[in-house]
């Protein structure tokens, strides 16, 4: 767990509890509906979002959350997607809630993923994103992460068409 003190707030950063499923959820979809990305072929109807908890418990996964004062403003995860090279996991599910933006939140979410892939072996990260959502996709060229032709493994996630990876 990870404490941070922001404008005489606290957030704090830890792995994802049962109890987290319902409001992280929201903070996921919410944000698609923002950015107008609630669409098919994305997270916004993936039935996995509504029981991230569960999903997490895979072997080389972790997803964390971001609570402000008790309450989930943001996640994000690492998850070994089915077909990806060896040593490849995916960053999968990183939302913010809309007054958690531009604090800088997202980028240590992001980085505490990457940490948290490296340190178990993971020696690659990749992702898939959408035009939609341009001011993620920029963070993510801004840690590194640079643009693929093409997808990798098998996310079922159709409507994504940016794909980006970073070696750790």
């Not at 993923?113 to 898939?128: I, P, T």
Request: hydrophobic share 40%; glycine share 10%; charged share 20%.
């Amino acid at each position: 767990m990870e404490i941070i003190n922001h404008m005489n707030s606290t957030i704090t950063i830890r792995p994802i509890e049962l109890i987290d499923n319902n409001d992280i959820a929201k903070v996921i979809r919410g944000a698609l509906e923002e950015f107008g990305a609630n669409k098919p072929g994305t997270v916004y109807f993936d039935s996995t979002t509504d029981h991230l908890y569960e999903l997490f418990r895979t072997d080389g996964s972790i997803y964390f959350v971001a609570l402000l004062d008790g309450q989930i403003i943001g996640g994000a995860g690492i998850y070994p997607t089915e077909n990806l090279p060896e040593g490849t996991c995916e960053l999968v599910k990183l939302y913010l809630h809309k007054d958690a933006r531009g604090t800088g939140l997202g980028k240590k979410l992001l980085l505490t993923a990457m940490d948290w892939a490296k340190q178990n072996g993971y020696h690659q990260v990749y992702l898939e994103s959408m035009p939609e959502l341009s001011k993620a996709v920029a963070i993510y060229e801004k840690v590194g992460f640079e643009r693929l032709n093409a997808p990798l493994g098998n996310s079922g996630h159709s409507g994504c068409d940016i794909w980006m990876s970073k070696t750790l």
